[in-house]
Structure formats: C-alpha cells, structure tokens
C-alpha cells in the first residue's frame, strides 16, 4: 500500500485566497482525521471521520474551514478564505477499526504558507 | 479530559548511550498508546503500538512499556545513533465513553544525539 497521501506537499497562497488540501487514506481504513500542527501548539485535532461521516469537527477553528469525505478514498480541508494565521503543517491520518489493530498512519502534511 | 505530557521536551546525549523517553497520561481508561516519530519537516512514522491489555512492545533497538494504573509510558532506545535524531510523539486513544477513535498528543520530546 502506498499508505495516506496527501497533495499538495506545499502551498503558498495570498491572504483571502481558497485553499484545497486533499486526502487520499489507506484503503480498507474506516476513520480519516485532519490534524495541523504548528511550534506554539502542537498536533491539534481538526475533524475526523468515520465511514465518511462526520463525527466530531469541534477542533475546526472558525467557519471559514471545512471538510469533506465524499467516498472512502478521498478528503478535503477547504479553509475560505485563508489568513496568515493558518499557516502551519496540515496533516491527514487514517486508521481501521478492526479489533487487533487500531493504529494511525499519517500522510506526509501540506505545508501551507498563507502571505 | 485526558492530557498527554511528555518530559523532557528536549535532550541531548552522546552517541551510544541508552535513554528513555516519558510519557504522562492523566485518565488511565486507554484504548492503546502509540509512539510516533517525526524528523523536521517530516510527517508522523508510527514507531510501536502498545495495546491496553499489553506490557511493552519491541522493534530493533526500541521498546515501549506502558502502565495504565500509573499514567505512564517510556520509550527505551538502546545504543543511540546520531540517526535517532527526531522528534518523538506519544499519543493515546481514550476508552469507554471517550473511545471515539481520535488520538490525544503529547507535546513532543525532540532527541539529539551527538557523534
């Protein structure tokens, strides 16, 4: 398996611009997650799904994010429209729910810049 | 509400010598415990899942152990080599009620080993 992956690797965009990171998780895994990770606070939780619904968005920070599952192979994080302080390095992660294992694997993050 | 904290949140030792890293979790209904890697710029590379049922877990020169009746996880590296140089992240995934699937982080403990 080529395990999650996550495009674009790096994105520079404007303040105000849209911005579209895509997931693509580890087949036959049934819960997907978007974390962002910065220096001041860490990993920190965004939204995650389960059987592509959503099941907790509670670490989305503002209106202006919003995520997406609309099969099991694919994801969206679309923050409209974005500031600088968005920056930071926004990962993806699946996992199975089968009872022997129930570990993350991560993509490999977007860093987004926002100017 | 569970919280993760990892201490030291940096260390530096010459190479060749055997460490450990701590791990405190705060509510000891765990699901599993996970340790993580992540060298700069980099995603999370999963380094040993431990199960709540289980004691430790082993891979090459790393082993984990885990007490869920004291909070605590350590992670064992024998004979460090510059090449262990990275950040390590423990992550645990609450039980019972809180048993949502989703992973609570650590803050980190990033390693330095010298030539």
């Known amino acids: 398996d080529a395990g999650v992956i996550q495009s674009p690797r790096h994105e520079v965009t404007e303040m105000g611009q849209e911005v579209t990171l895509r997931c693509k998780p580890i087949?036959?895994?049934?819960?997907l997650f978007w974390y962002r990770q910065t220096m001041m606070r860490g990993l920190e939780l965004l939204i995650y799904f389960n059987n592509n619904v959503p099941i907790d968005d509670s670490g989305m920070p503002e209106d202006r994010f919003s995520a997406k599952m609309p099969n099991a192979s694919f994801s969206t994080l679309k923050i409209q429209p974005s500031e600088p302080r968005d920056s930071a390095v926004y990962f993806c992660a699946s996992s199975f729910s089968g009872r022997r294992n129930y570990g993350y694997t991560f993509g490999s993050g977007t860093r987004l810049t926002v100017v | 509400k569970q919280e993760v904290t990892q201490i030291p949140a940096a260390l530096s030792v010459p190479e060749g010598e055997n460490l450990v890293l701590n791990c405190s979790f705060t509510?000891?209904?765990?699901?599993?415990l996970q340790w993580f890697r992540q060298d700069p710029g980099k995603g999370l590379t999963s380094l040993l899942l431990i199960q709540s049922s289980q004691r430790e877990q082993t891979s090459g020169r790393l082993n984990a152990s885990l007490d869920k009746s004291s909070g605590r996880s350590t992670l064992y590296i024998a004979a460090s080599q510059p090449g262990d140089s990275a950040t390590y992240l423990c992550a645990v995934r609450p039980d019972g009620s809180s048993n949502t699937g989703k992973l609570i982080f650590g803050q980190g403990t990033t390693l330095q080993v010298k030539p």
């Open positions: 087949s036959g895994h049934d819960y």
């Open positions: 509510d000891s209904a765990i699901y599993n």
